[in-house]
């Protein structure tokens, strides 16, 4: 059973840093699709970053945001940078092994994570 674990959420000022972390377990990591999906209050859950053969970036975040993997932990992160208040939200992780999806859409993802809370300050 494949599960994902993220943290590294807070509280933060506008401009600051931040660094996301997601743990997954169960199958082989370095062959999974990976993302950092974010739900704003009253808002749809949206794509921040993929990892798979590529690098998605959503506009927004581009240039401030990171995506990054460790195959020797298992693990996928986000850094965030220059945080703005529209980047509060519920962060979560998702994987998918199914490298022939599109790895933008949400509905390709099998596996999430529980959420982490980001929320940035003025």
């Known amino acids: 059973q494949v599960q994902l674990v993220e943290s590294g959420g807070g509280l933060v000022q506008a401009g600051t840093s931040l660094t996301l972390s997601c743990v997954v377990s169960g199958r082989t990591f370095n062959r999974y699709n990976l993302a950092w999906f974010r739900q704003a209050p009253g808002k749809e859950r949206e794509l921040v970053a993929a990892?798979?053969?590529?690098?998605y970036y959503a506009d927004s975040v581009k240039g401030r945001f990171t995506i990054s993997r460790d195959n020797a932990k298992n693990t996928v992160y986000l850094q965030m940078n220059s945080l703005k208040q529209e980047d509060t939200g519920v962060y979560y992780c998702?994987?998918?092994?199914?490298?022939?999806?599109?790895?933008?859409?949400?509905?390709?993802?099998?596996?999430w994570g529980q959420g982490t809370q980001v929320t940035v300050s003025s």
């Open positions: 990892s798979g053969g590529n690098t």
């Open positions: 998702a994987g998918t092994a199914a490298l022939n999806r599109d790895f933008r859409q949400l509905r390709n993802y099998d596996y």
